[in-house]
């Protein structure tokens, strides 16, 4: 009974790994996804972020989003303008480093309570809480990304028009 509940701890490690491991490719894949804007593209990379929190739960969505941001800080192209707007921390703590960051806090938020979400039997206000959950999830990599471009570009630039609008 005891090699029974070892091996089927070691294939739920496997399976998150593997989760984990496809969920970083599929977020550097997103990233390709764009419609470029500068200093600030569109992507596909919400979407993914939000996606990863409601489907696995904070825990594997964070690891999966700080796995990207690990393999895009040591130089993998993961980002949306890699390689061709350089690699590497260099890119990382360019105008996209706020909506970077944020897709942590984003993919937290998108993730907690998940089974709760996901089981209730109350359907109407179900949807209406992931749909509440979802605007103050995506809220923060928007916050964040608009205070770090503020801060690298100035202040004195239309920030929101740059960074939100499009």
């Given at each position: 009974?005891?090699a029974?509940?070892?091996?089927?701890?070691?294939n739920?490690?496997?399976?998150?790994?593997?989760?984990?491991?496809?969920?970083?490719?599929?977020?550097?894949?997103?990233?390709?996804?764009?419609?470029?804007?500068?200093?600030?593209?569109?992507?596909?990379?919400?979407?993914?972020?939000?996606?990863?929190?409601?489907?696995?739960?904070?825990?594997?969505?964070?690891?999966?989003?700080?796995?990207?941001?690990?393999?895009?800080?040591?130089?993998?192209?993961?980002?949306?303008?890699?390689?061709?707007?350089?690699?590497?921390l260099?890119?990382?703590?360019?105008?996209?480093?706020?909506?970077?960051?944020?897709?942590?806090?984003?993919?937290?938020?998108?993730?907690?309570?998940?089974?709760?979400?996901?089981?209730?039997?109350?359907?109407?206000?179900?949807?209406?809480?992931?749909?509440?959950?979802?605007?103050?999830?995506?809220?923060?990599?928007?916050?964040?990304?608009?205070?770090?471009?503020?801060?690298?570009?100035?202040?004195?630039?239309?920030?929101?028009?740059?960074?939100?609008?499009?």
């Amino acid at each position: 009974m005891e090699a029974i509940g070892k091996i089927s701890k070691i294939n739920k490690i496997i399976k998150q790994a593997l989760i984990i491991i496809v969920g970083s490719i599929l977020l550097a894949i997103s990233a390709k996804i764009k419609i470029p804007f500068y200093p600030v593209p569109m992507t596909m990379q919400t979407f993914m972020v939000l996606f990863f929190g409601l489907a696995f739960g904070y825990k594997i969505g964070l690891t999966i989003v700080t796995l990207y941001l690990l393999e895009g800080i040591i130089g993998l192209p993961v980002f949306a303008n890699t390689p061709e707007k350089g690699i590497g921390l260099t890119y990382f703590i360019g105008p996209t480093m706020g909506y970077l960051i944020g897709f942590l806090i984003a993919v937290y938020f998108a993730g907690i309570r998940r089974d709760w979400l996901i089981w209730s039997n109350y359907q109407l206000l179900n949807s209406l809480t992931i749909f509440t959950r979802l605007i103050f999830s995506v809220s923060f990599i928007y916050i964040l990304g608009l205070l770090w471009l503020g801060t690298l570009i100035g202040w004195d630039k239309p920030i929101y028009k740059l960074g939100a609008e499009p």
